[in-house]
Structures are given as structure tokens and as C-alpha cells.
């Protein structure tokens, strides 16, 4: 088989972050053969250990620092909230002419905290993949994760164009569409997609185990009902929500604000017994499940039912 003159699209890529995001970059890299080497970095030994057994990246180190030295391209997926501190102890090592670029799931408050620390002559272009499960750490990654999912780049004003091309280019070898956004757009689109939809279930989730102390075993037993599937979502890293809500404050208020109104509206209609507003608004959101799967975003397996 002749080599594709254009692979790999990059001499050495620098992972800081070796979790579900960096440890399923590592393998999409290596399935498409994108990166010459791959060097990682990761803060506890435990993650370091695990991701030399897997594989993950030819160098692997504690000092994000020596990662990025040399590299093309620097990915950092660690939380939001700790974005800014690593991008200050990498700044010194950065090449010129490299690509540095974040998986966050929150786009202000990153370009906020990291931006100011990025040298002159390296190219600081914003992401968010939007793809992920409720699973974190080094063993959770899978090179399928990127494929056929949405990629948001941000990139700032006067950003570098052949750097943005290239840095998409990436995204779209890893089998994801890439989309293009002002940071504020992606907080509140994020928000109501992604953010609130964790918060609500961490509520439900939550609630449901206090009432557990009245009620017993049974919120476990029965929660095949609908229960069960709040579940997936409350079991998302702590860590990484925490800093999403903390990092997008203002997004998430203000769509809180607005569901609440909306779920008191409901409240009123089955107080007062009105069933043709409660049919007519679960019929609307029938339909948005329709969109979704026609969209691709999902399948439409009988997941309720799901053994
Ligand atoms: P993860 O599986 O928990 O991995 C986080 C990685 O960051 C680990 O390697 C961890 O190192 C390192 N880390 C944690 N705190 C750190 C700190 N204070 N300083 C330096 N390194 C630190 O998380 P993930 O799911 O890959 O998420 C990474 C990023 O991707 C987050 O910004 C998140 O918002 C974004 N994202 C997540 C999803 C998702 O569904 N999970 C989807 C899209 C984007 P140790 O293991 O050594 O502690």
C-alpha cells in the first residue's frame, strides 16, 4: 500500500491530560496514523502508569512542560478550571509556530484564562468536541469517540488562518464535522445542550436519594421507569462539572431562569388538570427527538427497554 504523502499531519503532538478526552485523542492519532510521536502528560502517577501500559503516547512525563517542548500541536484536556495554570508552566517551552488548542467544555472563560499567557508566534485556537460519556480517566478513552460528532472552534479575532485550517483539518481526520462559533454563542448553545441537562440530572439524581431514607431500595429497583437514565448523566466526573458551572456562571443562570419558568408553567397545568397543554407539549418534544436521531446524534433503538 503506497503512504498518504500527507500523514502524519503533525511531527509531535503534546496531550496534557491523559483522560476520556486525551487518552481517545492518543488513540484516534495512532488508528489514523496522524501524529509522528505523541508525548503525554498527566498530573498523578497512578494516570502515568496506566497510560504507558496502554500505550498512549511514546513519551510520557509529569512536567507538562518538557511535553509541549518541540511539539506542533498541544491539546490540553484537563478541566476548565485548571486550564489557565497549565497553560502558564507550558508557555516557556512552546515552539514557535505551534498550535495550541483545549477540549473544554466552557470557551470564555478558557480563552479568559488562557490566552494571556500564550506567547507571541504560537497560534491559540479554542475547541470543544462535542462528544463524551459519563466515563473519565485514562482506560475510558475509544478512538471512535470523535466520529460523526461535532467539533466547536472558537477561534479568536485575527486568529491565523492556515493554522485554523490545519487545526480543523485535524479534527476532521479524527471523523468529526467542525463548526465554527463566537466563544459567547458556544457557552449559551452549550448550555442548554449540555450544561443544564447534567444539572437537572444531578438534581433528580440527588433528590431521588434523599427521598431513598422514605422510600427504601425501591428508587433502585424500579428506576427502569425513566430514573435509570438521569443516572447516566449524575455519573459525569465531579470535577469537570463543577468547573463547567463555575466557568459558564452566567449562560447557565440564565437558562435556569428560563426553565423554571417553564417547569412552573407545568406545574400549574396538571394543578389545575389542563391535559391538553401537557399533550400538546410532550407531543412538541417528541418531535425534537425525532430531529436528533434524523440528525444522526443518536439511534433510535428502544433504549427504554434496553436489557
Ligand atoms: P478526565 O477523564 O477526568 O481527565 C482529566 C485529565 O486532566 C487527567 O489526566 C488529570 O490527571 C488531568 N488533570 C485534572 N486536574 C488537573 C489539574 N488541576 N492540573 C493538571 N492536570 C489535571 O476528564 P475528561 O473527560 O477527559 O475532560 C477533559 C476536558 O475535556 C475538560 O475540560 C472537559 O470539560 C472536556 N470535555 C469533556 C467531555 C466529557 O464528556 N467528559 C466532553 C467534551 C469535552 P490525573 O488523571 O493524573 O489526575
Same mark, same amino acid.
Given at each position: $500500500?503506497? =503512504?498518504?504523502?500527507?500523514?502524519? $499531519?503533525?511531527? =509531535?503532538?503534546?496531550?496534557?491530560?491523559?483522560?476520556?478526552?486525551?487518552?481517545?485523542?492518543?488513540?484516534?492519532? +495512532?488508528?489514523?496514523?496522524?501524529?509522528?510521536? *505523541?508525548?503525554?502528560?498527566?498530573?498523578?502517577?497512578?494516570?502515568? =502508569?496506566?497510560?504507558?501500559?496502554?500505550?498512549?503516547?511514546?513519551?510520557?512525563?509529569?512536567?507538562?512542560?518538557?511535553?509541549?517542548?518541540?511539539?506542533?500541536?498541544?491539546?490540553?484536556?484537563?478541566?476548565?478550571?485548571?486550564?489557565?495554570?497549565?497553560?502558564?508552566? *507550558?508557555?516557556?517551552?512552546?515552539?514557535?509556530?505551534?498550535?495550541?488548542?483545549?477540549?473544554?467544555?466552557?470557551?470564555?472563560?478558557?480563552?479568559?484564562?488562557?490566552?494571556?499567557?500564550?506567547?507571541?508566534?504560537?497560534?491559540?485556537?479554542?475547541?470543544?468536541?462535542?462528544?463524551?460519556?459519563?466515563?473519565?480517566?485514562?482506560?475510558?478513552?475509544?478512538?471512535?469517540?470523535?466520529?460523526?460528532?461535532?467539533? *466547536?472552534?472558537?477561534?479568536?479575532?485575527?486568529?491565523?488562518?492556515?493554522?485554523?485550517?490545519?487545526?480543523?483539518?485535524?479534527?476532521?481526520?479524527?471523523?468529526?464535522?467542525?463548526?465554527?462559533?463566537?466563544?459567547?454563542?458556544?457557552?449559551?448553545?452549550?448550555?442548554?445542550?449540555?450544561?443544564?441537562?447534567?444539572? *437537572?440530572?444531578?438534581?433528580?439524581?440527588?433528590?431521588?436519594?434523599?427521598?431513598?431514607?422514605?422510600?427504601?431500595?425501591?428508587?433502585?429497583?424500579?428506576?427502569?421507569?425513566?430514573?435509570?437514565?438521569?443516572?447516566?448523566?449524575?455519573?459525569?466526573?465531579?470535577?469537570?462539572?463543577?468547573?463547567?458551572?463555575?466557568?459558564? +456562571?452566567?449562560?447557565?443562570?440564565?437558562?435556569?431562569?428560563?426553565?423554571?419558568?417553564?417547569?412552573?408553567?407545568?406545574?400549574?397545568?396538571? +394543578?389545575?388538570?389542563?391535559?391538553?397543554?401537557?399533550?400538546?407539549?410532550?407531543?412538541?418534544?417528541?418531535?425534537?427527538? +425525532?430531529?436528533?436521531?434524523?440528525?444522526?446524534?443518536?439511534?433510535?433503538?428502544?433504549?427504554?427497554?434496553? =436489557?
Amino acid at each position: $500500500m503506497s =503512504k498518504d504523502p500527507n500523514l502524519p $499531519m503533525f511531527s =509531535k503532538v503534546a496531550l496534557i491530560g491523559l483522560g476520556l478526552i486525551g487518552s481517545s485523542l492518543s488513540h484516534a492519532m +495512532r488508528r489514523k496514523g496522524l501524529a509522528g510521536t *505523541i508525548s503525554g502528560s498527566a498530573r498523578s502517577e497512578q494516570t502515568l =502508569k496506566r497510560a504507558a501500559e496502554l500505550g498512549l503516547a511514546d513519551d510520557l512525563t509529569g512536567d507538562a512542560g518538557k511535553a509541549v517542548k518541540d511539539a506542533d500541536l498541544v491539546f490540553l484536556n484537563v478541566p476548565v478550571g485548571a486550564m489557565g495554570a497549565v497553560a502558564r508552566s *507550558i508557555a516557556p517551552q512552546l515552539k514557535k509556530g505551534a498550535i495550541v488548542t483545549d477540549v473544554g467544555s466552557v470557551k470564555a472563560a478558557v480563552i479568559r484564562d488562557v490566552a494571556p499567557h500564550i506567547p507571541d508566534g504560537v497560534h491559540f485556537i479554542p475547541g470543544h468536541p462535542v462528544a463524551g460519556t459519563e466515563q473519565s480517566g485514562p482506560d475510558a478513552g475509544f478512538a471512535d469517540l470523535f466520529e460523526n460528532r461535532w467539533c *466547536i472552534l472558537t477561534p479568536l479575532e485575527g486568529a491565523d488562518k492556515e493554522a485554523v485550517k490545519k487545526l480543523e483539518a485535524f479534527w476532521k481526520a479524527v471523523g468529526s464535522n467542525v463548526d465554527f462559533m463566537d466563544p459567547e454563542h458556544h457557552d449559551l448553545v452549550l448550555g442548554i445542550t449540555s450544561h443544564l441537562p447534567h444539572l *437537572i440530572a444531578y438534581n433528580i439524581v440527588t433528590t431521588a436519594a434523599d427521598l431513598e431514607e422514605v422510600l427504601g431500595k425501591e428508587i433502585i429497583k424500579y428506576s427502569a421507569g425513566g430514573f435509570r437514565d438521569f443516572t447516566r448523566l449524575a455519573a459525569s466526573d465531579p470535577t469537570m462539572w463543577r468547573d463547567v458551572f463555575l466557568n459558564n +456562571r452566567e449562560a447557565v443562570l440564565e437558562l435556569l431562569g428560563r426553565f423554571s419558568e417553564d417547569l412552573s408553567a407545568l406545574q400549574r397545568a396538571i +394543578r389545575w388538570g389542563d391535559g391538553e397543554k401537557l399533550f400538546d407539549l410532550f407531543s412538541r418534544s417528541r418531535k425534537v427527538r +425525532r430531529e436528533i436521531i434524523d440528525a444522526g446524534q443518536d439511534t433510535d433503538a428502544p433504549n427504554f427497554g434496553r =436489557k
